[in-house]
């Protein structure tokens, strides 16, 4: 792929002085370009570069720098606003922070034959691909749910199987809605069974308001996220209740 840099840092045109080799962020630098083609002069996509860096089938040392000069206090990409485009698009999503970017001196000339926006840099349109912004926030979708997969594996495989009930009853028992007073000589009446629905629902409400309550979370970290499915059951016999977790 033409776009990987070489061994050396590769200046553009003989006449221009380098400023220096510096880390930005790609929110920091500005279009010069009004539109861009969908692929580069490789025959590459934007869209495979995009998938590459996001699944780190690629380094981002691997791609040239970009190569900017300031105008008006801002930092205009006069080389690479292909490039510039997925970087904003992977710092966007927090995949990247800075990218390499190669200063040099202002040539108003060369400037000039590049700067073709119409809104200082801020944006700019992708030509050849009018679906082109869909395919990248696709692949953001896809991107996250594999981290997702990932996370709930390395949990799981942490954890146990097992730990998850565990989970249950220890955050049972840490809210005290175990400790709910059982009420006893209960008649089948109606008003006695909608008492004992309020209290279970009493504790229900416990247990849902302990497990988002950040200060038994922090210290109980395998159980961040217990999700307790609560029902209520009641006896003919006796009249007496239970909370079914």
Same mark, same amino acid.
């Given at each position: 792929?033409?776009?990987?840099?070489?061994?050396?840092?590769?200046?553009?045109?003989?006449?221009?002085?380098?400023?220096?080799?510096?880390?930005?962020?790609?929110?920091?630098?500005?279009?010069?370009?009004?539109?861009?083609?969908?692929?580069?002069?490789?025959?590459?996509?934007?869209?495979?570069?995009?998938?590459?860096?996001?699944?780190?089938?690629?380094?981002?040392?691997?791609?040239?720098?970009?190569?900017?000069?300031?105008?008006?206090?801002?930092?205009?990409?006069?080389?690479?606003?292909?490039?510039?485009?997925?970087?904003?698009?992977?710092?966007?999503?927090?995949?990247?922070?800075?990218?390499?970017?190669?200063?040099?001196?202002?040539?108003?000339?060369?400037?000039?034959?590049?700067?073709?926006?119409?809104?200082?840099?801020?944006?700019?349109?992708?030509?050849?691909?009018?679906?082109?912004?869909?395919?990248?926030?696709?692949?953001?979708?896809?991107?996250?749910?594999?981290?997702? *997969? #990932? @996370? =709930? +594996? /390395?949990? !799981? %495989?942490?954890? &146990?199987? $097992?730990?998850? *009930? #565990? @989970? =249950? +009853? /220890?955050? !049972? %028992?840490?809210? &005290?809605? $175990?400790?709910?007073?059982?009420?006893?000589?209960?008649?089948?009446?109606?008003?006695?069974?909608?008492?004992?629905?309020?209290?279970?629902?009493?504790?229900?409400?416990?247990?849902?308001?302990?497990?988002?309550?950040?200060?038994?979370?922090?210290?109980?970290?395998?159980?961040?996220?217990?999700?307790?499915?609560?029902?209520?059951?009641?006896?003919?016999?006796?009249?007496?209740?239970?909370?079914?977790?």
């Amino acid at each position: 792929m033409a776009l990987y840099n070489s061994d050396r840092n590769e200046s553009w045109g003989g006449g221009r002085r380098t400023i220096c080799m510096t880390e930005m962020r790609p929110s920091q630098l500005r279009f010069t370009h009004d539109s861009i083609s969908c692929r580069f002069k490789d025959g590459g996509t934007m869209e495979e570069m995009f998938r590459q860096l996001l699944n780190g089938e690629i380094s981002l040392k691997k791609i040239r720098s970009l190569v900017a000069m300031e105008f008006q206090g801002y930092w205009f990409v006069v080389r690479g606003n292909r490039r510039l485009y997925v970087m904003k698009k992977l710092e966007e999503i927090g995949k990247i922070s800075t990218v390499s970017v190669l200063k040099q001196t202002f040539d108003q000339q060369v400037f000039n034959k590049q700067f073709s926006t119409r809104n200082m840099g801020l944006s700019l349109k992708v030509r050849g691909d009018p679906y082109m912004e869909q395919k990248l926030n696709r692949l953001v979708s896809e991107w996250r749910t594999n981290r997702r *997969s #990932d @996370s =709930f +594996a /390395e949990w !799981f %495989n942490e954890n &146990g199987a $097992g730990s998850r *009930s #565990d @989970s =249950f +009853a /220890e955050l !049972f %028992n840490y809210s &005290g809605a $175990g400790n709910i007073r059982r009420e006893s000589g209960l008649s089948n009446s109606g008003s006695n069974y909608t008492d004992i629905g309020r209290q279970s629902n009493i504790a229900n409400e416990q247990v849902r308001s302990t497990a988002s309550n950040p200060s038994w979370t922090a210290s109980h970290s395998r159980y961040s996220t217990p999700k307790p499915a609560a029902d209520t059951s009641s006896s003919k016999g006796d009249g007496s209740w239970c909370v079914i977790l």
